[in-house]
């Protein structure tokens, strides 16, 4: 657990041997959660979901090793798609 200056939460998660490994949300500065997805020998590594400091969806989809893959879906602040793209 990471925590802001003021208090409020940053980050929840696991590390081993220094690498986040697992599950992991990270919390905008106002604690709304801002990403959540899961993590591998330090890397992104599945889906993952990020949304804005109002906790709004923002774009969605998945990582291996560290890299944007497959389809992922961006969407407007009102959580209509805006775009859509395959990576």
């Not at 490994?21 to 591998?40: H, S, V």
């Not at 590594?45 to 906790?55: I, Q, S, T, V």
């Not at 923002?58 to 990576?87: H, M, S, V």
Request: proline share 0%.
């Amino acid at each position: 657990e990471i925590v802001f200056l003021k208090g409020n939460i940053k980050e929840i998660g696991f590390a081993v041997n220094d690498l986040i490994e697992g599950d992991w949300k990270a919390f905008n500065i106002n604690g709304t959660l801002r990403a959540t997805g899961k993590y591998k020998y330090g890397r992104q590594d599945g889906y993952a979901k990020f949304n804005d400091e109002n906790g709004n969806l923002r774009a969605e989809g998945n990582f291996i090793n560290g890299e944007q893959k497959g389809k992922w879906i961006y969407y407007e602040e009102n959580g209509d798609i805006e775009d859509t793209e395959n990576l």
